[in-house]
């Protein structure tokens, strides 16, 4: 099995500030891993994943996240926030021998003006 | 607009009663998850159907029961209702097979009130 541990329940940036969001994942096989935004009385909305290849992966609104296998770890980055980013992140991890994704207890994220 | 519908929206049912909820993958979706979102948690995994089938089960009681329907949807069934059940209820389709992987579409959810 899998798990995940997004170390930060709530972090609050200002408006253009860099922002990292950390997770760290544990298992015993090869991992696929995801980043998911949740807005407020939504459903999840796939951020980033990384399933093999290169270790950074980008998303199309400026989020970076990268794989690092010996720190069991794949933090979100971005380098400059906006107001519209404030919202629920969720990191979740799978294997190609599972069917279920394992999901952090989330980062909520609040960009200040 | 997702391609994942999900009614209703909202739900309020008392304790002991029965709740069908329902869910509408898009075509070519044969890969259907429900997840089950307390306040302030992360999904957590209820179970899977892959082509009507089912494909793993979470740590659920058999009370939680679910269908997959040729029309790409399904539904995910809760009997006897306990109060620590209220919660919002995901679904989540893609179109991956068995051992394939991808990111899942997720439905916006139900969110289930039991009083």
């Known amino acids: 099995a899998q798990s995940v541990t997004q170390l930060d329940s709530q972090v609050p940036v200002f408006e253009e500030a860099p922002v990292e969001l950390r997770c760290n994942y544990s298992?015993?096989?090869?991992?696929?891993l995801f980043w998911y935004v949740q807005y407020p009385n939504q459903g999840l909305q796939l951020l980033l994943k990384?399933?093999?290849?290169?270790?950074l992966v980008e998303s199309i609104n400026g989020f970076e996240a990268e794989f690092n296998k010996s720190q069991t770890s794949f933090h979100l980055r971005k380098p400059s926030v906006h107001i519209s980013d404030t919202a629920e992140y969720f990191c979740?991890?799978?294997?190609?021998?599972?069917?279920?994704?394992?999901f952090g207890t989330g980062t909520s994220l609040t960009v200040i003006p | 607009e997702t391609g994942v519908t999900q009614s209703p929206t909202h739900l309020i049912k008392t304790r002991g009663q029965q709740v069908t909820l329902r869910c509408s993958s898009q075509?070519?979706?044969?890969?259907v998850s429900w997840y089950q979102q307390a306040l302030g948690q992360g999904p957590q995994f209820i179970f899977q159907?892959?082509?009507?089938?089912?494909?793993g089960r979470g740590n659920f009681p058999p009370r939680f029961s679910g269908l997959q329907f040729p029309n790409y949807s399904s539904e995910l069934n809760v009997n006897a209702l306990e109060l620590d059940d209220s919660a919002l209820y995901l679904c989540?389709?893609?179109?991956?097979?068995?051992?394939?992987?991808?990111?899942?579409?997720f439905g916006s959810g139900t969110r289930l009130t039991v009083v």
């Open positions: 159907y892959y082509r009507e089938e089912e494909n």
């Open positions: 990384y399933l093999s290849g290169s270790t």
């Open positions: 075509s070519g979706h044969n890969t």
């Open positions: 298992s015993s096989v090869s991992v696929y």
């Open positions: 979740a991890v799978t294997s190609n021998t599972g069917n279920q994704f394992y």
């Open positions: 989540a389709s893609s179109t991956g097979g068995v051992g394939e992987i991808e990111g899942y579409t």
